[in-house]
T-cell receptor
Framework: EAQVTQNPRYLITVTGKKLTVTCSQN?????MSWYRQDPGLGLRQIYY???????DKGDVPEGYKVSRKEKRNFPLILESPSPNQTSLYFC????????????FGSGTRLTVV | AQSVTQPDIHITVSEGASLELRCNYS??????LFWYVQSPGQGLQLLLK??????LVQGIKGFEAEFKRSQSSFNLRKPSVHWSDAAEYFC?????????FGSGTKLNVKP
């Protein structure tokens, strides 16, 4: 089944403790992206990647890192999480470019205390 | 600024009634337009998309949307709503190498 898989689904962590949210897609998509979803703010793009070793900032990149060493994986790294990063995170992938639409993962609910 | 507006934050309809969710986009060349649905606890699922051609687009789950350039709108419709349609719906557009989401409309379905 074609899908985007994120792990974990739920995570509670403490301020300052580094964490990684994994994202993997099995559709051989070139384009991958991370979004965060907050009430009243909709979805905001954190980082995106147009191909292996090619990443760029989205609208809200502060406090996040990404890497794209393989085509299928696009992990999101929070080096020193803070409470304002409590949010629902989505990984998404697209063939070619975003204009064809995204396939989304099921989301990761992160709470930073 | 490029943006997508969904004027209705919440909508409640009775099961079996028709549905229309509004979406307006700001200035741009012929946009790539999308509707996504997010069920509780789930990721976003693509319902339909418009690139060009016929302005009435059919999607999954019995949904359709109509692109109206003169009104800068891309409203989502369904003739008869089912209880399982209760979810949050997001309109989105792609233009100039950027993807924009609306803030979403939550649909409640009354029995």
């Amino acid at each position: 089944e074609a899908q985007v898989t994120q792990n974990p689904r739920y995570l509670i962590t403490v301020t300052g403790k580094k964490l990684t949210v994994t994202c993997s897609q099995n559709m051989n998509h070139e384009y991958m992206s991370w979004y965060r979803q907050d009430p009243g703010l909709g979805l905001r793009q954190i980082y995106y990647s147009m191909n292996v070793e090619v990443t760029d900032k989205g609208d809200v990149p502060e406090g996040y890192k990404v890497s794209r060493k393989e085509k299928r994986n696009f992990p999101l790294i929070l080096e020193s999480p803070s409470p304002n990063q409590t949010s629902l995170y989505f990984c998404a992938s697209s063939s070619g470019t975003e204009r064809y639409g995204y396939t989304f993962g099921s989301g990761t609910r992160l709470t930073v205390v | 600024a490029q943006s997508v507006t969904q004027p209705d934050i919440h909508i409640t309809v009775s099961e079996g009634a028709s549905l229309e969710l509004r979406c307006n986009y700001s200035y741009g060349a012929t946009p790539y337009l999308f509707w996504y649905v997010q069920s509780p606890g789930q990721g976003l699922q693509l319902l339909l998309k418009y690139f060009s051609g016929d302005t009435l687009v059919q999607g999954i789950k019995g949904f359709e949307a109509e692109f109206k350039r003169s009104q800068s709108s891309f409203n989502l419709r369904k003739p008869s709503v089912h209880w399982s349609d209760a979810a949050e719906y997001f309109c989105a557009r792609y233009n100039f190498n950027k993807f924009y989401f609306g803030s979403g409309t939550k649909l409640n379905v009354k029995p």
